[in-house]
């Protein structure tokens, strides 16, 4: 939650036997989490969806390569973040990738947009807006799918909705999206 990244080898971990205590793969402060790992290739992109709606991409090779035991680098050194802007998902996009057809996106307040997968081949390094958000409103997650994949969407107030995700349109990037789940004044987790 800190906002720091790096890049480990996969070799530097192994399957564990029985008993085994396990490795530590981060170094974090006490009040610090470890929010995402995404397995990728050097050679894939990573896009970078902020909590403001804004994309950001880079290549695997571009995030510095660091020990199991570092903390890693603060991502606002590799990307241009506004204050108050922070990493909300990563998404990984291999070449060998053809089942991704579309990016699925969900917010705080309960909206979902569909996105063509096409419309984040183009990002220049200032970044690119992803999904226009209304005031107070943050993007929470996103997804890839396939085109045929089940949603669910769960609330802070313990309430959940599954859903198809043909049932929503797709739409392009200046879209803001619709209403996936009724609220009542909880919030989307």
Known sequence: ???????IKISEYHAQNRGGKGLIGMKTHDDD????????????????????????????????????QSKGLPIINLLPLEKD????????????D??????MFATKDGIVKRTEIG???????????????????EL???RKTCGKNEIAIGAS???????DE????????SSSGVKGIELDGATVV
């Open 33 to 68: 989490q470890v929010e995402h790992i995404v397995p990728t290739l050097t050679h894939d992109y990573l896009l970078f969806f902020s909590n403001r709606g804004r994309v950001y991409r880079m290549k695997g090779y571009e995030v510095p390569e660091f020990s199991r």
């Open 157 to 163: 107030n313990g309430r959940m909705v599954r859903f």
């Open 85 to 96: 802007e922070n990493i909300s998902s990563i998404v990984e996009l291999g070449a060998n």
């Open 1 to 7: 939650t800190s906002g720091y990244v790096k890049r």
């Open 166 to 173: 043909n049932e929503i349109r797709s739409m392009g990037r």
């Open 140 to 142: 929470i997650s996103v």
């Open 119 to 137: 419309e984040f081949d183009s990002i220049r390094k200032g970044g690119k807006i992803a999904i226009v958000l209304k005031e107070n409103d």
């Open 98 to 103: 053809e089942d991704t057809k579309y990016l």
